[in-house]
């Protein structure tokens, strides 16, 4: 039974580097269809969200079937209520990814950031990008480097983030109500994304220490 206990609970950690990559590959298509008004690409990031979260909901339901039928120890019982609040994250981060590739098949044929703020919405999708393949190798290494590396890159995202804010309240910005809009969901995404990528790093680190580092890994 332990042979089986431990298999079971591999697989779920299969899973979650499975979804993890897949929300990867979401964020990197993403991105190309909202910079390169690609709608073709749009529609292929959110169709391809049902499949994050169908692996989402089998990792849930069998790591419920695990409580349920195994009786986990304090140390396995940690492992399987982490896997089952990072799958939520995972999953909130392709959410997050469906909704940039959404705002791009929306305003197509045009882009949906204007010039002058082009280079810092890039920047900020190569950051989450490099944030998200780093959430993909802790899950499977359980290095616990990475944690610093994304800690860091959210936090330039976060302040990309703000410099969207700032530059929108300025009396030299001029676009449009719909623009404005645009570029405020856009960033809250992008920002959004390195968030919960962070909570999942958090836990991964709390699984491999047993401490809780909030102050260490952020928010």
Not at 35 to 48: C, N, S, W
Request: aromatic share 6%.
């Amino acid at each position: 039974m332990r042979k089986v206990f431990q298999a079971e609970l591999h697989q779920v950690g299969e899973e979650l580097i499975e979804i993890s990559s897949l929300v990867t590959e979401a964020m990197e298509k993403a991105n190309q269809a909202f910079i390169g008004a690609d709608v073709e690409l749009a529609q292929e990031v959110i169709a391809a969200d049902a499949r994050i979260d169908f692996l989402q909901n089998d990792l849930d339901e069998r790591a419920i079937d695990i409580l349920a039928l195994q009786g986990p120890v304090a140390s396995d019982l940690r492992v399987i209520v982490g896997s089952l609040r990072m799958s939520a994250s995972l999953e909130r981060m392709g959410d997050l990814a469906r909704h940039i590739a959404q705002l791009a098949r929306l305003r197509f044929p045009a882009t949906v950031i204007p010039a002058s703020l082009t280079l810092t919405f890039q920047e900020m999708a190569e950051l989450d990008i490099k944030l998200s393949r780093g959430v993909t190798a802790l899950l499977e290494s359980r290095d616990l480097a990475l944690v610093n590396q994304i800690q860091s890159a959210n936090t330039r995202i976060d302040e990309l983030h703000r410099g969207v804010f700032a530059a929108i309240a300025t009396p030299e910005w001029q676009e449009s109500a719909s623009t404005t809009a645009d570029v405020t969901l856009a960033s809250r995404y992008f920002e959004r994304f390195g968030d919960h990528g962070v909570s999942v790093a958090r836990k991964v680190s709390y699984l491999v220490t047993g401490q809780w580092q909030p102050e260490a890994y952020g928010n």
